[in-house]
T-cell receptor, first 111, second 118 residues
Framework: DQQVKQNSPSLSVQEGRISILNCDYT??????FLWYKKYPAEGPTFLIS?????DKNEDGRFTVFLNKSAKHLSLHIVPSQPGDSAVYFCAASAWDNDMRFGAGTRLTVKP | EAGVVQSPRYKIIEKKQPVAFWCNPISGHNTLYWYLQNLGQGPELLIR????????DSQLPKDRFSAERLKGVDSTLKIQPAELGDSAVYLC????????????????FGEGSRLTVL
């Protein structure tokens, strides 16, 4: 039962351009959403989050958008940098549930 | 401040052998998680502790997996006996729960313990 889905296993963009990573969820009880970034041989690290009462949260080059009616969120990185190359996991949680993760999207930013 | 510490980083064992993983969470974090991550997939929750109490172990295969968090700090995850399909990365994470049920803040992950069962 995959409640959080990242349908694109990989994404490649040119340095300086925008990266858009997408995530869909099925559980309408989710009210908190996060993005984690993972480098090889390391654990995931928190990147940015958004509460269900908002539709946008911005932190520097990273912006997360939430569309509750579509049960969809996206992470925008602009401008993309080679150091952004990593696997990005979308995660969601509800007040009475634990955090669920998507399968991840591998982002490659080419110089 | 030290992050979440896990050991061993890598472990190779033969099937049917036991294995144990250890996790030291960030000081003061009352919630501790064990996640399983298979290749190409996201982390999947095995067990969550609030202090020393296991509040969600529904995904833990209890016939061969066990976990404990004595004194509400360090935790161990054990597999006995290990099977080929247990080869994966076992991630430990911790967080500071706000006391309102499941965590709504970020999780801090360790580097993981990669298990290979031959």
């Amino acid at each position: 039962d995959q409640q959080v889905k990242q349908n694109s296993p990989s994404l490649s963009v040119q340095e300086g351009r925008i990266s858009i990573l997408n995530c869909d969820y099925t559980n309408s009880m989710f009210d908190y959403f996060l993005w984690y970034k993972k480098y090889p041989a390391e654990g995931p690290t928190f990147l940015i989050s958004i509460s269900s009462i908002k539709d946008k949260n911005e932190d520097g080059r990273f912006t997360v958008f939430l569309n509750k009616s579509a049960k969809h969120l996206s992470l925008h990185i602009v401008p993309s940098q080679p150091g952004d190359s990593a696997v990005y996991f979308c995660a969601a949680s509800a007040w009475d549930n634990d955090m669920r993760f998507g399968a991840g999207t591998r982002l490659t930013v080419k110089p | 401040e030290a992050g979440v510490v896990q050991s061993p980083r890598y472990k190779i064992i033969e099937k049917k052998q036991p294995v144990a993983f250890w996790c030291n969470p960030i000081s003061g974090h009352n919630t501790l998680y064990w996640y399983l991550q298979n290749l190409g997939q996201g982390p999947e929750l095995l067990i969550r502790y609030e202090n020393e109490e296991a509040v969600d172990d529904s995904q833990l295969p209890k016939d061969r997996f066990s976990a404990e968090r004595l004194k509400g700090v360090d935790s161990t995850l054990k597999i006995q006996p290990a099977e080929l399909g247990d080869s994966a990365v076992y991630l430990c994470a911790s967080s500071l729960n706000n006391g309102q049920g499941a965590n709504t803040g970020e999780l801090f992950f360790g580097e993981g313990s990669r298990l290979t069962v031959l």
